[in-house]
């Protein structure tokens, strides 16, 4: 981790890796806890491999929509997943890069520790994505993810 | 292929996929081709796998140096190497992002179609590097690469 260029945060999950591999790569799943209310996720599409596609679509509650475009860089199921938008799918690069996301699930003590690693270009970047709200809104979305895994 | 953003270029190669391969992920042959001269490659690091590092070091004719330190994001051997300055090793985002390229190797007639295409972020990026002599400086080290695979 790079402090002037990464954020992150973990949660212990009282669920199996596996289930939270599910909750991650399954759309319909991811589309449950990945956007804190009252925005929602209203589609997703995940191709868990190497230059795979990572596209989901946020509603507001006005019926703003905001979709994003981005890549899977590597999906080591139970274990690693990480997607961008630096890139789209096929790795064609975006042109206003803006993070990475590398998050990572290890067995502990019967449940699996969830860590979010969120990575920058630049200290503003990251300083952006902070003020926007990254732990509140990371941070429910990854009690949201607690929520969904823990009751399948 | 997006016109404005991208740059190829095709060579046949009357080596197999197998012996080009081998010099896309050698660090001692890669130098061998890697770079036009007056400039030559005096190091390498390849790390063949998603997130590996691919670093180069230039060497000018008046003793200038040029690290480049890169990310293999896809290797498929004797099929597909993707590498990009657009991360590090390990997934860390670099500030000045400047291109992806993506290698492909394919079988033709006993001989090996070698394309390498080159994308960028911005029309800007890709002008400015057809500005650099990309199609000298890339194909000559495609010429460079093709006698050294058809000697080996």
Redesign the interface.
């Known amino acids: 981790m ?1 402090p002037d ?1 990464d954020l992150q945060l973990s949660r212990q999950i009282k669920a199996s890796p596996a289930t939270v591999w599910t909750c991650l790569t399954t759309p319909e799943l991811l589309c449950q806890w990945f956007v804190p209310a009252p925005w929602r996720c209203a589609e997703a599409v995940i191709e868990p491999q ?2 795979g596609r990572f596209y989901s679509l946020f509603k507001g509650p006005d019926g703003e929509e905001m979709p994003n475009e981005g890549a899977i ?2 999906a080591e199921p139970e274990q690693r997943l ?1 997607f ?1 938008d ?2 789209r799918a096929g ?5 206003t ?1 803006f993070m ?1 996301a ?1 998050i990572t699930l290890a067995p502990r003590d019967g449940s699996t520790h969830y860590t979010a690693l969120v ?4 200290p503003e970047d990251r300083a952006r994505h902070e003020e926007m709200g990254f732990h509140e809104g990371w941070g429910t979305a990854a009690d949201q993810l607690a929520t969904l895994a823990e009751g399948l």
């Open positions: 790079t260029l190497p230059g860089l590597l990480v961008t630096f890139f790795f064609v690069p975006n042109e890069p990475l590398d990575r920058h270009r630049t």
